[in-house]
């Protein structure tokens, strides 16, 4: 049964879906804009090889969604969108394909912004960068996203501490980090600092090893991070590890983590709940990453950054305060967050501009 593109664009309340091919470089890309309330839509490119077409745009509408509610929560002002390019991105022939793509982006006149991605670098980014003036996550500007992104997971990991505890002090706490990449890495050295007890894991035993001699680690087995006793479990590598064979093996009262999708299906935010376990949603807490691309796009310092991500920590407590007060989860009061914020912006009454240009700047 093939996909009913509109029929999904209804259901999740997209505004557009595009696909253009060039057959000179073996282009065929797909952007999916969700929503464009707060400000151009922010996504970045994914270069995959899916299975099918309907797959590449299920994936796409997707992640543009999940970018709405993103900067949302943020408090930044850009919307979500998204786009892929289907193939193999091992190629190493990649100018023609992604300036083919920059041209693409080109066409909607600023209307959907992109960044790297999986499958894609900031070499690639410069490609699309000779076409469109429309794409961050450029080499030398704002460089590395990761000190942002694992400074707003810290600092969720403490509102989610005091939410939990009454104190937002993690000095002691236990924490089962899953995955030693360039955020878990950066975020291990903030909990070590602050004097926690890490437990890490990841499939490459040199960041394993890294991480481990800068702070002093107890590392175990990928698999065996769900079975560890912890204050905390960080979830900072794959997505979807709370799941039916994991949730019931956790044994811990708060999940907080950078990885994106955490919860394999909204029913597993639901268990955690009936368990007790404190959920930080994934979006709100790792949103560092898509406060950093907006720094470089408004021309920020890295310091003003870190203080914009600074601001999940007072984001979450609203979130958490929002799940008490209505009785529902914390994924599900997230989304209420960022439907109020666009609802109340997408309310505004117009004004009239006199000689300049009317709608959004």
Known sequence: MSLDILASMHALGHEQVLLSHDPSCGYFGIIAIHDTTLGPALGGTRFWQYASTDEAITDALRLARGMTYKSAVA?????????????????QDREALFRAHGRFIQTLGGRYITAEDIGTSPADMEYIKLETDHVAGLLGLSGDPSPV????????MKASARQCWGSDSLEGKRVAVQGCGNVASHLCRHLYDEGVRLVVTDIDAAKVKRVAEATGAETVAPDAIYDVEADVYAPCALGATINDDTLARLKVQIVAGAANNQLAEDRHGDLLEQRGILYAPDYVINGGGVINVYGELHGWSHERSIKKAGEIYDTLLRIFAIARRERIPTYKAADR??????LAVG???RMWMGGAASGKQ
């Open 75 to 91: 408090g930044i002002n850009l919307g979500g969108g998204k786009s892929v390019i289907v193939g193999d991105n091992k190629r």
């Open 149 to 156: 992104t694992a400074y707003g997971v810290y600092v969720g």
């Open 337 to 342: 967050l960022a439907e109020e914020r666009i």
């Open 347 to 349: 309310g505004l009454d």
